[in-house]
Structure formats: structure tokens, C-alpha cells
């Protein structure tokens, strides 16, 4: 969501533009953030069935206490493990830990330590972390700045089970050599990694239990998967965006039988490099997106009778060769998108029925190819963002009744085409980022009552047509970014009371008024409100929205400082917000 009528995002980024809680500027970009979701007395309290919030249990309270006045306690080492461990959480989430209070936790046997991206950590707090011994299961230190050093001291927890080292950039192939012995590992993560070579790689042949390793970003790994030969239990490979790995890498994983996912987007692996797979018959995973591959890897490809989830989009995929699709029954998901494909790939998809997720993004489909989806009565889910998709397209469509998610944007259609949706009783998400969509194309949609997502971003939708909004009374998600609506439009989506993400960017006549009907929505996680005409004095009607977490108004009268003084009084909850 934002300002800019043209959204493409880079698919490499995606999943790094996920918003992340009040973590480090540094590593926001990272899915980790485990510490984000532990229990704790200091959030809302979860409602029971009648709406009511359930106190907080006496031993919640305890937890909570305690952490309050940790500075008072000097060791927990007595109390038994689990109440231990749910102080350590609780200081955690409310962010009380220092390296000071840690000392507390000395010989405390814990056997989870959640310190993703949790601010201040590094090698001295590598003495308390290991004295856990053998107790200790987990250990998530990813965007720390754990050293070597401090890695040299976990090599005694011989039970842990699952390390978690992503953004670690100062740990290097001396580092990876103190978890060799570690042999109960069974997921291991060093994503965005530059220090790790193919010599540290060898470092990994000992785990022999491992059954899941990720290596995303670490591009000098190159040679090194020969050291993985003998991981025969190994299940889940990521080499996303290791654009070191080429045709040979992938030889050694001929053996890994065991394999059920495998991630090698944006690397150089080439048709060639796919025929070491066609072994893998307990593959169900495979993504080779951004890959210099074309559609003669399907030959080996054909071959994998369990193989579910296959992207090869932003390939060198043509309409050359894609018959071979026609073989890939078992597949659920397919992803074509950014190919040089046409229709004629949609004619050998045709007898894929198990196919739930299809997309087209981006690719030379029109209208006639549309009919070879028509027998697909599985699909649940369909991308076609930027194709030369029209009104008779979606007559194809109309008796895709399991369609649960469709994506429209910067298609042909027009309000005329929206009529063939009408049927679509299961959709839940609908993407009409289309500048030919007006009022009366969304009156057409009324039927869709169970829409919970629904993206207008730059369709012509004025104050008559949000009217037609009341019809939606599930949704969660919705942007209008047209510059059509004014104060009274918002007054019709007022009463959309599930809204948790609402986006009205660019509707340049919105003011306080707005901000006043906004306030309604009770539910809302993230709003945007940016180039319009609220001010600083509006600002009080937000103070209802207790759950808001991001706030965004970019290119109005409203400064960062008035936004901090709110969250300060009223907004504690709030993480992210703009102007910042």
C-alpha cells in the first residue's frame, strides 16, 4: 500500500516489506521477530465467547510482576524451569532484558531462547545463553552481533535442536566449525551470510540430522553443497538468491532423497543443473524463480509424481515446450508469471485438476486463452495482474465457483465485465487496481458478500459508490486511492466495523472530518490517510483506535512530532508510522 498508482514489487522483496514489529531499524526486514509473539500479561487480553476479556491468571500476574521489578532479583536458578522460562519471555517481549538482568537467568536450564533481533545482544551474553547445557532446545540470535567467539561457546548444548543465525554477518566459517558436533540439530539458518564459504560448508557434513537448512543470501557457498551428501534426512533446502550456485551445486543434492522442498530462485541453474533433480521423487516444493531456465527442465520435471509447488516465474519460459506441463498432474501451485507465454500454455493445463493456484502475472494472456481454465473446478486462487485480460475473459470464469482469491489489476476489464463475478460466491479477496472500474462496476459486485480483502487502488470510485461498500460487512482490508472520495464517502465506510487495514492515499479533498468517521473503526491495524487535507488537530479522533500499529500521512499538516506525541498518549501500540 502507498502513494504510487504503480505497485510492481520486485519479487525478491516481498516477503522483506512485511511489516515487523518495534524491532532494530537493521534487521526489520527479516521474518524472524519470534519474540514478538510470545504469551504476556502486558497485551490485550484475549476475549472468551461472550465478548468479555479474560483476567490474567494468578501466575500471569506473578510473570508480570516479577518482570516489573527485575532489577530486585539476582537469580532464578531455583525456580523451576518453565516459571523461568515464562520470565525470561515476558522480559523479552516488554523489551526489560539487558545484559545485566540476563545474568539472573545463570544455570536456569531454559530451553528456549527467542532473541531475534531483540536490540544489545552479542558475545557476552553467549556465557549465560550456553549455560543452559543441555537443556537448551532453540536458540533464535538472528540480527545480533554475535560473533565466532561468542558461537564457541555453544558447542557444549548438545541437545539444541533448531539455531537460528540469519543476519549474523560477523560469523564466518571458524564459527560454523563450533556447531559440527551439535549432531541433534534439526534446522539450522544463516540467511544473508557473506562470511560463509565452501570450505566452512564442511563444516555441516556431521548434522546428520538435519532435516531443514537455510542458506538464503550467502553468496560464497558455491562448491560447498558436495559437503551435504550425507545429510540423508534432509527435507528442506534454501538456497534463495545464492547467485553463486550453478548446474554443478546441484549434483550432490542427486542423493538427498529425502528432499521435500527446494528453494533455488536467483541463482544460475540451468536446464541442465534440473536434470540432477529428476530423483527427487519426494519432492513437493520446488522454486527456481529468476532461474535462466525454459520449458525443456519439464522433461525432468515430468518424472516427480509428488511435486505440488512449482514457480518458475521471470524464466525463459515460452509457449515452446510447455506442453509438457500436461504431465504435472499432482501439481496445486503453479507460477508463470513474467514468462514470454501466451494462451497456448493454458491449453496444456487444462487437464491439471488438481490445480488450486495459478499465476499469470504478467504474461501475453487474452481473452480466448481464458477458456482452457474453464474446467478447472479446484482453483482456489488466480493471478492475473497486468495481462491483456477483457470483459469475455471473465465470461470464462464465470463458472469457477471455488475461486477464492482473483487479481484483476491493470487488466482490460471494464464495468461491464464485473457482472460475470457475480457468482463467485467463495471469493474472498478481490484486486481491481484498475483505472476502468467506476461506481457502477462495484455496484455489480454486491452479491459478493463474503469479500474480506478488497483493492480499488486506482478505480474511479466516488462518494455514490462506497454506498454499494455496505454490502461488504466482512471486510478486513480495502483501499480507494482514486482521489474521488470526500468526507462523505468515509462516512459510508464507517460502518464497516471488521475493517483492519484501510488505505485512502491520494483522495486529496479527505480532512479531519475524516479522521472523525475513522474513528469508528475500532478494528483497524494499519490506516493511511497520506496527500490529503487532515491536520494536526485531527488527530485527537484517532485516539479510539487502540490496535492501530501503523499510521501513515505522508503529504499532509501532520508531523512526526504531533504523530509521537499521540503515540505517546494514547497510541502505545503503534510501530510504524509516517511522516517519521
Known sequence: MGGACSRKRDPQTVEEN????????????????????????????????????????????CIYKISEEISQYGTFSMLPRDISQQIFNELVYSQRLTEAYLEAFQDCALQDINLGEYPGVDDT???????????????????SEVTDSG??????????????????????????????????????????????TTKGMSALSG???????????????????????GLKKLEGLNLNCCNCITDTDMKPLSDLSNLKELQISCSKVTDHGVTFLKGLHKLELLNMECC???????????????????????????????EKFSKMKSLKVLNLGFNDVSGVVLAHLKGLINLESLNLDSCGIRDEGL???????????????DTQVGNNGLRHLSGLVNIESLNLSFTVITDGGLRYLAKMSSLRSLNLDVRQVTDAGLAALASLTGLIHLDLFCAKITDTGTNHLRNFKKLRSLEIC???????????????????????????????????????????????????????????????????????????????????????????????????
Open 18 to 61: 512485511a511489516v515487523h514489529g518495534s524491532v532494530s531499524r537493521r534487521y526489520s526486514k527479516s521474518g524472524s521477530s519470534k519474540w514478538l509473539g510470545g504469551a504476556s500479561f502486558s497485551r490485550a487480553s484475549v476475549d472468551n465467547k461472550d465478548g468479555n476479556p479474560i483476567p490474567p491468571s494468578l501466575m500471569e500476574l
Open 125 to 143: 551474553w553467549m556465557d549465560v545463553i550456553s549455560s543452559q547445557g543441555a537443556s537448551l532446545l532453540s536458540a533464535d540470535l538472528s540480527g
Open 151 to 196: 558461537l564457541f561457546h555453544i558447542k557444549d548444548c548438545k541437545n539444541v535442536d533448531a539455531l537460528n543465525f540469519n543476519f549474523c554477518d560477523q560469523i564466518s566459517d571458524v564459527g560454523l566449525g563450533y556447531i559440527n558436533g551439535l549432531s541433534n540439530l534439526t534446522t539450522l539458518s544463516f540467511k544473508r551470510n557473506n562470511n560463509i
Open 207 to 229: 548434522l546428520v540430522n538435519l532435516l531443514k537448512l537455510d542458506l538464503e543470501r550467502c553468496p560464497g557457498i558455491h562448491g560447498g553443497l558436495v559437503h551435504l551428501k
Open 292 to 322: 535462466p531456465i525454459t520449458a525443456a527442465c519439464l522433461d525432468s520435471l515430468s518424472d516427480l509424481g509428488f511435486l505440488l509447488y512449482l514457480n518458475v516465474s521471470r524464466s525463459k519460459l515460452t509457449d515452446d515446450g510447455c
Open 371 to 385: 477458456v482452457h481454465l474453464a474446467g478447472l473446478n479446484n482453483l482456489k486462487c488466480l493471478e492475473l495482474s
Open 482 to 580: 482514486g482521489g474521488g472520495l470526500t468526507d462523505a464517502g468515509v462516512k459510508n465506510i464507517k460502518d464497516l466495523k471488521s475493517l483492519m487495514i484501510l488505505n485512502l492515499s491520494q483522495n486529496s479533498h479527505l480532512t479531519d472530518k475524516s479522521l472523525e468517521y475513522i474513528s469508528e473503526l475500532t478494528e483497524l491495524v494499519s490506516l493511511n490517510v497520506s496527500s490529503s487535507r487532515v491536520t494536526s488537530t485531527g488527530l485527537k479522533h484517532l485516539t479510539s483506535l487502540k490496535n492501530l500499529k501503523s499510521l501513515s500521512l505522508e503529504s499532509t499538516k501532520v508531523t512526526a512530532n504531533d504523530i509521537k506525541k499521540l503515540l505517546i498518549s494514547h497510541l502505545p501500540d503503534l510501530m510504524s508510522f509516517r511522516p517519521e
